[in-house]
């Protein structure tokens, strides 16, 4: 199995091009044509990292958070960006990060830390819009029904309500085109030889690709007329942050006990106390203070996140509590999720390497200490 072949699976369930636009996501070291020798899922990538991954004989680490962020302009090892990149170059190691990607996605981080909590009814807290795009394009009458089922199978109408409102970290769950995912077909004209029709779908942008390429082999025009737009809906599988409910109300310091308990943590910075019972929860896993104000609107009881400065425990306005549980706390359940993830999904890589080699680390790599 190659590099390219896990990446495939890694995408399907967190499609890089969901990521934020200031993040470094994809495979930041090696090549995908590499045949894999193990895989190591991590939090970050530090030099220990690496050597974890060289001890197992790993020649893919997947890391969440990506180890080169920002441009490099030299590679001499003073600092330990570099230290690591050079290490895993000179030992054949591959890196991918998938970072906001997995943020972004309906089964991602978020969704793990609702798992871990025991929330229901959980939903996307802020879905992302410009997401949906809408391809319209001309076709002889006899052609259309093909044409388009062919565009159906590159993933177009895949855009609408999952079958149940409750979902795992396995990923699964199966579409169904929403109202807006339909489409048309009506005459618009004639050719020399035939009346022609239009031909309106809806896909979500990261199938865009694929949908062009079904366009370009199954149409018979050799030029193919087409127009593409970018639909304003929310995508509400996509997005930041989630909010669930408590199966039953709890009593708020009750409530942030088990927050500490859950989430190993040596502290829990939060805002006042409200004097009423917790039932509907926001979380969003790492710096999460640009959400405050959508957990307020979602009329959540508590936002769980991290990295709140001082001022910012202000804006809870007594409208509901604001619990910091710390970056890597948030996070860290994470590289559970995608080797799990991945163990399903890569039943046997070759009879020489079992699903065994996807390797868990075993390295806390959490920079920030308590006493």
Do not use: W
Request: hydrophobic share 40%.
């Amino acid at each position: 199995m190659q590099i390219k072949e896990v990446i495939q699976h890694l995408e399907a369930l967190a499609p890089t091009t969901y990521a934020e636009d200031f993040d470094n996501v994809g495979l930041l070291v090696g090549n995908q044509n590499t045949t894999i020798t193990g895989i190591l899922v991590t939090l970050d990538t530090l030099e220990n990292i690496v050597d974890e991954a060289i001890e197992n004989n790993c020649n893919l680490i997947v890391s969440f958070h990506p180890i080169v962020f920002k441009g490099i302009k030299k590679f001499n090892g003073s600092n330990y960006v570099e230290r690591v990149v050079i290490k895993a170059i000179k030992h054949d190691i591959a890196i991918f990060a998938i970072h906001t990607a997995l943020d972004n996605a309906l089964h991602g981080v978020n969704d793990m830390m609702c798992q871990q909590l025991g929330l229901i009814n959980r939903r996307i807290l802020i879905p992302q819009s410009g997401n949906i795009k809408k391809l319209i394009t001309y076709a002889p009458i006899a052609e259309a029904e093909m044409l388009r089922s062919k565009l159906f199978e590159a993933g177009a109408g895949i855009i609408g309500n999952y079958d149940n409102c409750s979902f795992s970290s396995e990923g699964t769950g199966t579409f169904r085109a929403s109202e807006y995912a339909n489409p048309s077909i009506g005459e618009v004209g004639k050719t020399h030889y035939e009346k022609e029709t239009q031909i309106q779908i809806t896909y979500p942008k990261h199938n865009e690709s694929n949908i062009l390429k079904a366009l370009f082999k199954n149409h018979s025009y050799e030029e193919v007329a087409y127009e593409i737009t970018t639909l304003e809906n929310q995508h509400q599988h996509i997005g930041m942050g989630m909010i669930g409910e408590l199966p039953e109300p709890v009593d708020e310091l009750t409530f942030l006990k088990h927050i500490k308990e859950v989430f190993k943590t040596g502290c829990v910075r939060h805002s006042a106390l409200l004097g009423k019972p917790v039932k509907k929860v926001a979380v969003l896993g790492g710096s999460g203070s640009f959400a405050i104000k959508n957990a307020q609107r979602a009329e959540a009881d508590i936002f769980i996140t991290a990295d709140l400065k001082y001022h910012q425990f202000y804006e809870a306005e007594e409208k509901l509590i604001l619990a910091d549980i710390g970056h890597y706390e948030s996070e860290q359940y994470t590289k559970n999720l995608i080797v799990g993830y991945l163990r399903k999904k890569i039943s046997n890589f070759a009879p020489s390497l079992p699903v065994g080699r996807i390797i868990l680390s075993d390295k806390n790599t959490n920079p920030i200490q308590y006493i």
